[in-house]
């Protein structure tokens, strides 16, 4: 049997995750640490604080950006 899979927009394109993904986890698997990273769900900032209880839902929007330094 295979796993109920949500869809997502992410960064403007479709995106798929598990269902019970959270926002700690999809930034863990986008292999992007937890470093320099803003996540934006649903036109709202997600706080940090709150990532690993936040859960996806089906037909969220997400924009995620990461900083990267240098010069």
């Known amino acids: 049997m295979v796993g109920l ?4 927009t992410l960064n403007g394109a479709p995106h798929a995750v598990p269902a019970g993904t959270t926002v700690a986890a999809l930034v863990a698997s986008l292999a992007l640490g937890e470093g320099r990273v803003a996540v934006e769900r649903n036109r709202e900032i997600a706080s940090r604080s709150r990532w690993e209880e936040t859960l996806l839902a089906d037909g969220d929007v997400l924009e995620i950006v990461h900083f990267v330094g240098g010069g």
């Open 5 to 8: 899979m949500l869809s997502l």
